[in-house]
Every structure is written in structure tokens, then in C-alpha cells.
């Protein structure tokens, strides 16, 4: 297509993306009538249906919608046809008297659980929606929504143009909506009245709140103390040099007074780190009002119910849709948002994530993930630096140590950052439900949950790499950058509900969020549903009630390594009791060995080892040509709700590898294979020796060979990386696992002998 008419076709879903019909209507109508691209003529074709609709012209979109009909592809018939039905049927309709705007969104035919009810309390006008969704009575009639003042609802692109688009059908199959990149919302509705829900036990998130300052004090206690003796001892063996007496005091007094300083803090430096590091500048509330109206009354209206100032609006120049709090106390509060969350939600759904904002200031956990952000960032700022001279270093000799000690500082910034993982997992649970109770509408908080994990998707494919923004703000963000990557490319080839059915039927999913940052998308979807299908609602998501059936063997040998740990506590009992009768019989006399308690330690590095040792084989089966999985099977491994990473399913996927180049990739943290099916994150081990590093291979199509995992967030291990030129990169996996099996053997029979 020439590069003018694909301007074009880009500019007519602009424009019909932001409303303005009659310029998209200009644009498409000379791109629908090109026959040398059947693809952007369809695009056009489909897009003038959905201006026509909305200006009123059913007349003209019914005529194109016959066009369509006559296509030979099957699936462009069967759009055409659904199309027509619902045109024919607005049409007859408008010949009726209206006191109502109608447009053409279609929504999802299945019927409600239960009739709507109306609970007493009557909501205030900020509280009812702006966009009432009208419900015809007739069977054959879908439900119809008005599209005056919708904005766009989707965040995936058309086939040949990288443009959102509006949802314009709820009821079209997923095959219709591959073949043209849309995802179709059911825009279920929101509660015009509800009742309060039923206060939450606030103890946990408090304890665990407090827990997590303690955590914090306590690593960088260690750390400061471990940092401290070492220059300590190098001192020491330097000539001419003493050790530092100041070194040799205990840090806890003074470190626990300047965390506090730090806490009482923490907005100013914030701003100015923000402000420094990504660009942050001040954001008023007429600025968003003209996005979202009903997000400011929401702000003005909670504010002033609980005597708080209003929070300061800030906002980052990014394409990635985020939004974080930070602050101290409710008055000194800041709610930071990306310029990409404002142009990809709608208006109802950006007022429901700023009300989440508000949860987290309601309920205080806010304040020590600030404290944390202001720790974190310098950290990840001067990893960031070491990585960007270890780039410019020419010599391999001299570019080692910079690349170790990128790796340490990134080390050190994954260490405290996971001492919030727990909390921020448990505060999004909370703050989803306060948002739900300010604004009744727990369907919007859906829409734009998993519209922010598609816009963070397409920014990371954008820019072919996880940012240093995404990255580094993540623990803050209410959708994980990791969790957004298979969820967020996967629509046009699985449903929501057949991606997320592992997050809310596995019987095991909890155990692998562990390390996670977020909860799982499914699970915390549920439970939006329960507060919506509460409110007689009906809900954005449908899930399945069935359970689904995993082998418990399986989970076990999943589990292997760290059942090995508490077999070996036991086995440590075992032998402490058979040498105390021993020596008590004075049949041997080791007791002197066992008396200071250290063979405990070799007990449970051998126990690990163990258990590592027994899962290896079902981990890191052989892959043969003849059992591996290719593109088209992905979708069908995501939506196995039994599947567990241990089940080890052999893949062979084509696609380009993404990531950060040059030495901030060094341990291959940032590795993301982009199929046809979405994007899937890769583990790679590095191998001493290999003539090609996986960095040389980013931004090249290459042919992946490894082990698919399903888990809280899919990955493959890999065994090769594959050009099309023939070099091949190894990640020996097993090699590394029975490695770290003989390490951790030697060393806890090394312990349990000498004592």
C-alpha cells in the first residue's frame, strides 16, 4: 500500500477513534474504494459502517455492510451479515419517536444473572453514570449504548495500521476478531445505586504494611553492615592504610532515624527524582477534566467526605499506561499518571483507577512504598548509569568488572525491592474494592485493568524493550509489566476468560505468585465480578465455575526443591536424637560436632539438593522434533487452566526476540519473544564460552527452542536460540540445575561432616 493511502487509513481510525466521523468518513471512503489491498479496503469498509452508524446515515452503512456480504471471505460474510441485522433493526427503530440518543455498539446477547435492584441510597449526581446504557425489552433486540461521549475502548490495532479503535460489536465471535485486531467490550453496566459493601478486615494489610518497613530496615541493616566490614577488611590488607573505627559501629540506631526522615519526606525528593529522572510536571485539574469529568467530581467528592486536601495531580510523558501514589499523609499526597492511560481508557474507566489511587491513600499503604520508591530509585538510576558506561567501554578485559557490578547494583535493587512484594500484591485487593464502592462501577475497573496491560504490551513491542520507567515504577503500578505481556497480545487469539480461567480455577495458582509483584489479573477479575454480580450487575468477564483437575503428584514434584528443606529439618531432628542416644550409651562420642548446631544448615542444603535432583528429568525433558509444540498451539497452552510449570510442554516458536541491549542485559533479565500468537517471556542462562551472545541476537527474527511453563506469568526456558543465518546460542538449563544440585551437596555434606 502506498505510503498515502496508509497514512490515510491511519488518520480515518484517528479520527474515528476521537469521534470526529465526518473526517474519518473523508479519509476511509477513498482507501475502502482501492481493490489492489483487499486488507485496508476492508478496514476501510468496516470503519465507514462504524462512522455511518454514529452519524445516523444507516442507510449508507447498511449499503457498504451489503458490499461486505458479498466478500469471499467467509468471516468478513458473517461479520457483515451480524452487521446488517442490527442496522436493519436501528433503522425501523429510528422511525419511531426517541427521547433517547442511540448508537451502534452491540453488546454481548447473553442475559443478566438477575434483574438490577435498587437499593435505597440514592447516589449522588456524581455518582450516576454519564452514559446511561438503554436495554430494549424485545428478545431480538441487543442492547444498545449511546456514543456521544465515548471514547475509545480499545487498545489493540488493525492488521495494517497501529491505530486503537473503538469497540464497535459485543457479540461477534474471536475468529471475527482476529481477522481484523479488534477487541469487542461488552461495556457491561455500572450500579445507578447500590448499597455499601461489607467493611474488609483492615489487620492484615496493616500488619503487613508495618511488616514491610520492617523488612526494609532489616535487609538494609545487613546490607550496610556487610558493605561495612568489607571496606573494613580491605583497609586492613592495603599498605598504608588503617581501618575506619566508624566502620566498626552498629548502623541500626542511625539507620532506623533516617528511614524515618526519609518517610516524613519522601514527597518532595520524590518529585524531585520524577521530575529529574522521567520528565514529571505539575497536571491540573482542568487538564484532566477535559479527559475525565467524572474522575475530578469523584476526587473532589472523596476529599471532601474524609477532610482531605485534594491530592496534587502529576503527569509523566509516557506512551505506557501507569498511575502511582506517593506521599506520607493524605495532605502531601500525589497521584502521578502517564499521558498514555488518559488516551487509551474512557472516561469512566479513568475515574475508577484515580478512585483506586484513593484507596491506597485511604488505607496508608501508600506511605511505605513511598519510603521504598525513594530508596529504590537512586539504586535502579545508578544501575541504569554503570550500565551505560560499561556500553561505551571498547575492551572486553575492561568492560567485565562494569558489567559485574551493573549486575550487583541490579541485584541489590531486586533485594529491596522484593522485601513489598507481599504488599503490594495485598493492597491492589483493597484498593479495587474501595474504587468499586466510590463509583459503583466495577465493570469499568475490568475494562481498564486489562486495557492497561494491552497499552503496556504495545508500548513494550513498540519500543522492542522493557523501559527503565516501567521497569523501575512497576512495584507502584496497578498492572505489572511482566503479567501484561502475554495478557496483553493475546486477545485477538483467546478470549479474556480462556487466558485467565488458570488465575481463577488452578488449585495451585497462589503458590507461584510468590515472587510476584501483583496478584494474579484473573483472581483479582473474580473478584470485581462478585462485587458486580452483588449489585445485581452483569459482568464485563464471564468465568466458568468448574475447578479445574491437577494431579497433586504433580504439584508435589513441582514443589520438590523446597519439600526437601522441611525433610531435612526432619532428618537433622533425626540425627541429633540418634547421636544424644549414642553418646547417652556411650557408644560413640561425636556430640562435641553437633553442639553448635551448624550440620542443621548442611541437613537442608542436602534436602534441597535432593529434591532438586528428583524434578530435573520431568523439568528438562528431551526435546524431539516430533513432540514439539509450534505458533498456532500457543493460545491453546495459555488456556489450560490444569497446566503447571512442571508439565514442561516441548515448543518450537518463530518470532523476534525484544529486549534491552549492551551490558543492563548481561544477566538476560529482559528477553521477550514477539510470535504471532503475542509476546511470551524467555529464560536464559548464559554459557562460558559460547562465540554468540543472546544480546547479539535482539531485534532479529530467530526460531526459539525450549520448555513452555505455564505459571502466574508464562515463560519458556529456553535450550536454543536459532537465526536464520544458522548461529545458534545454548542456555543449558539442566546443565546449571545438576550443577547447583552437586554444589549444594557437596557444601551440606562439607557442613554436616566438619560441623
Request: proline residues 6%; hydrophobic residues 45%; charged residues 15%.
Amino acid at each position: 500500500m502506498p505510503s498515502h493511502a496508509k497514512s490515510s487509513l491511519e488518520a480515518g481510525l484517528v479520527a474515528l477513534k476521537q469521534g470526529n466521523y465526518q473526517t474519518a468518513i473523508a479519509q476511509l471512503e477513498p482507501i475502502a474504494s482501492i481493490q489492489s489491498n483487499a486488507t485496508a479496503s476492508l478496514q476501510a469498509q468496516v470503519g465507514l459502517v462504524m462512522a455511518y452508524a454514529r452519524i445516523g446515515e444507516a442507510s449508507k452503512a447498511i449499503a457498504i455492510s451489503q458490499n461486505l456480504i458479498e466478500s469471499n471471505n467467509l468471516q468478513v460474510q458473517e461479520w457483515a451479515t451480524r452487521a446488517l441485522e442490527h442496522l436493519t433493526k436501528r433503522q425501523k427503530r429510528d422511525q419511531e419517536p426517541k427521547n433517547v440518543e442511540t448508537g451502534f455498539v452491540a453488546f454481548d446477547n447473553s442475559t443478566p444473572d438477575s434483574t438490577p435492584v435498587t437499593p435505597p441510597e440514592t447516589p449522588t449526581s456524581e455518582e450516576q453514570p454519564k452514559d446511561q446504557v438503554i436495554e430494549t425489552k424485545t428478545e431480538d433486540t441487543p442492547p444498545m449504548v449511546p456514543l456521544a461521549k465515548l471514547k475509545a475502548t480499545v487498545a489493540t490495532s488493525l492488521p495494517a495500521a497501529s491505530v486503537p479503535l473503538s469497540g464497535f460489536m459485543g457479540s461477534v465471535t474471536r475468529t471475527q476478531a482476529k481477522l481484523f485486531g479488534v477487541i469487542y467490550w461488552r461495556q457491561a453496566q455500572r450500579a445507578r445505586a447500590w448499597q455499601p459493601l461489607r467493611k474488609p478486615k483492615l489487620i492484615p494489610l496493616r500488619l503487613l504494611t508495618a511488616g514491610t518497613f520492617i523488612a526494609l530496615f532489616w535487609v538494609m541493616r545487613e546490607m550496610l553492615k556487610l558493605a561495612m566490614g568489607f571496606i573494613n577488611q580491605t583497609l586492613v590488607k592495603l599498605p598504608y592504610l588503617e581501618p575506619l573505627q566508624l566502620l566498626y559501629s552498629d548502623p541500626t540506631k542511625l539507620l532506623l532515624i533516617v528511614l524515618v526522615i526519609l518517610l516524613g519526606v519522601s514527597p518532595w525528593l520524590l518529585d524531585l527524582l520524577l521530575v529529574n529522572l522521567y520528565g514529571q510536571r505539575e497536571f491540573s485539574k482542568d487538564v484532566l477534566n477535559a479527559h475525565s469529568r467524572e474522575a475530578v467530581r469523584v476526587l473532589q467528592r472523596c476529599c471532601q467526605q474524609r477532610h482531605w486536601p485534594l491530592p496534587k495531580l502529576r503527569i509523566l510523558p509516557m506512551a505506557a499506561p501507569i498511575i502511582l501514589t506517593y506521599g506520607s499523609l493524605p495532605r502531601n499526597a500525589r497521584i502521578v499518571v502517564s499521558q498514555g492511560l488518559l488516551e487509551q481508557l474512557a472516561d469512566d474507566e479513568i475515574a475508577i483507577i484515580y478512585a483506586t489511587q484513593l484507596g491506597h491513600i485511604a488505607h496508608w499503604d501508600f506511605a511505605v512504598l513511598s519510603l521504598l520508591l525513594l530508596v529504590t530509585l537512586p539504586i535502579h538510576q545508578l544501575y541504569q548509569q554503570v550500565s551505560q558506561w560499561g556500553d561505551k567501554i571498547s575492551g572486553k578485559i575492561w568492560r567485565s568488572p562494569v558489567t559485574i557490578l551493573a549486575s550487583l547494583v541490579y541485584g541489590v535493587w531486586c533485594l529491596l525491592t522484593g522485601t513489598a512484594l507481599w504488599l503490594s500484591r495485598l493492597r491492589l485487593y483493597y484498593s479495587d474494592r474501595v474504587a468499586s464502592e466510590i463509583t459503583g462501577n466495577p465493570n469499568a475497573l475490568i475494562r481498564a485493568l486489562l486495557k492497561i496491560a494491552i497499552g503496556i504490551a504495545a508500548d513494550i513491542q513498540k519500543e522492542e524493550e522493557t523501559s527503565w520507567q516501567l521497569e523501575s515504577l512497576n512495584l507502584l503500578t496497578p498492572v505489572s509489566h511482566q503479567q501484561s505481556l502475554s495478557l496483553g497480545t493475546i486477545a485477538s487469539n483467546l478470549s479474556f476468560e480462556s487466558f485467565l480461567k488458570w488465575d481463577t480455577a488452578n488449585p495451585y495458582r497462589r503458590w507461584f505468585t510468590i515472587n510476584n509483584s501483583h496478584p494474579l489479573m484473573g483472581d483479582r477479575i473474580e473478584r470485581l465480578c462478585q462485587i458486580a454480580r452483588h449489585w445485581h450487575l452483569d459482568t464485563e468477564l464471564h468465568f466458568a465455575s468448574e475447578p479445574s483437575k491437577v494431579k497433586r503428584q504433580s504439584f508435589l514434584l513441582q514443589i520438590a526443591p523446597w519439600l526437601g528443606i522441611p525433610l531435612g529439618v526432619l532428618f537433622a531432628a533425626f540425627v541429633w536424637l540418634t547421636w544424644q542416644l549414642a553418646f547417652a550409651l556411650k557408644f560413640l562420642n561425636l556430640k562435641w560436632i553437633y553442639e553448635d548446631w551448624s550440620f542443621i544448615t548442611g541437613c537442608l542444603l542436602i534436602g534441597f539438593s535432593i529434591g532438586t535432583l528428583m524434578r530435573i528429568n520431568s523439568f528438562f525433558p528431551d526435546i524431539k522434533p516430533a513432540s514439539v509444540q509450534t505458533d498456532d498451539y500457543l493460545p491453546n497452552l495459555l488456556a489450560d487452566p490444569s497446566a503447571l510449570p512442571i508439565d514442561s510442554i516441548r515448543v518450537r516458536l518463530v518470532g523476534k526476540l525484544l529486549g534491552r541491549q549492551g551490558t543492563s542485559n548481561s544477566l538476560a533479565q529482559d528477553l521477550i519473544l514477539q510470535s504471532s500468537a503475542g509476546l511470551v517471556k524467555l529464560h536464559h542462562v548464559s554459557w562460558l564460552g559460547q562465540p554468540v551472545n543472546h544480546q547479539d541476537l535482539i531485534g532479529r527474527q530467530i526460531i526459539v527452542t525450549g520448555w513452555f511453563r505455564r505459571g502466574a506469568t508464562p515463560w519458556i526456558d529456553i535450550q536454543t536460540l536459532e537465526t536464520q543465518s544458522g548461529k545458534t546460542i545454548h542456555s543449558p538449563h539442566p546443565i546449571w540445575s545438576t550443577f547447583l544440585v552437586v554444589a549444594a551437596q557437596a557444601w551440606g555434606a562439607y557442613i554436616f561432616l566438619t560441623g
